[in-house]
T-cell receptor, first 108, second 116 residues
């Protein structure tokens, strides 16, 4: 079973920030938080990952709470091409377990 | 961008045929994976490999088999295709010694299989 909980779906206006939450209350100290997205059933695309600190790259920012029980993926300026299913995964040393994810719809 | 390739991208085949789905990566990654995904549903891991001559079964039972004779190549075979095998098959790879920590997986574009 997936060790994360995400909302089933979210909408975001084009040009605004999209904030996607993820709960992982049972995360252990050495487990990473990973985010992927899948557009139109293509292969999942890696976005970002982190352990304890907040992370930023050219695609997104990852904010992890101090107790590590939840995180937020931030797409700073959502475009229509960001419409996809977003998966939050916790991982250490085993294999990824994909849950149903959040279906993000970016609206014009 | 990840250098991982899958062929064919689409395959329509009759019941009882033997099929092999190809997956190759040029990143020198040790670990490779096969996932199965039905339309609108979650990805499920069906096979993985830690390296040459290593194959393991994933969380979802599958009638398919895999082999890993070369680091870059991880083909999946169905000896006798059935309509229940209709699905999308996604291949991925990761570096066991990922310097960023964790084990980032990079996915291929997938193969959509339809068995009539």
């Amino acid at each position: 079973d997936a060790k994360t909980t995400q909302p089933t779906s979210m909408d975001c206006a084009e040009g605004r920030a999209a904030n996607l939450p993820c709960n992982h209350s049972t995360i252990s100290g050495n487990e990473y938080v990973y985010w992927y997205r899948q557009i139109h059933s293509q292969g999942p695309q890696y976005i970002i990952h982190g352990l304890k600190n907040n992370e930023t790259n050219e695609m997104a920012s990852l904010i992890i709470t101090e107790d590590r029980k939840s995180s937020t993926l931030i797409l700073p300026h959502a475009t229509l091409r960001d419409t996809a299913v977003y998966y939050c995964i916790v991982f250490h040393g085993q294999n990824f377990v994909f849950g149903p994810g959040t279906r993000l719809s970016v609206l014009p | 961008e990840a250098d991982i390739y899958q062929t064919p991208r689409y395959l329509v085949i009759g019941t009882g045929k033997k099929i092999t789905l190809e997956c190759s990566q040029t990143m020198g990654h040790d670990k490779m994976y096969w996932y199965q995904q039905d339309p609108g549903m979650e990805l499920h891991l069906i096979h993985y490999s830690y390296g040459v001559n290593s194959t393991e079964k994933g969380d979802l039972s599958s009638e398919s088999t895999v082999s890993r004779i070369r680091t870059e190549h991880f083909p999946l075979t169905l000896e006798s295709a059935r309509p229940s095998h209709t699905s999308q098959y996604l291949c991925a790879s990761s570096d066991l010694f990922d310097r960023s920590g964790g084990e980032t997986q990079y996915f291929g574009p997938g193969t959509r299989l339809l068995v009539l």
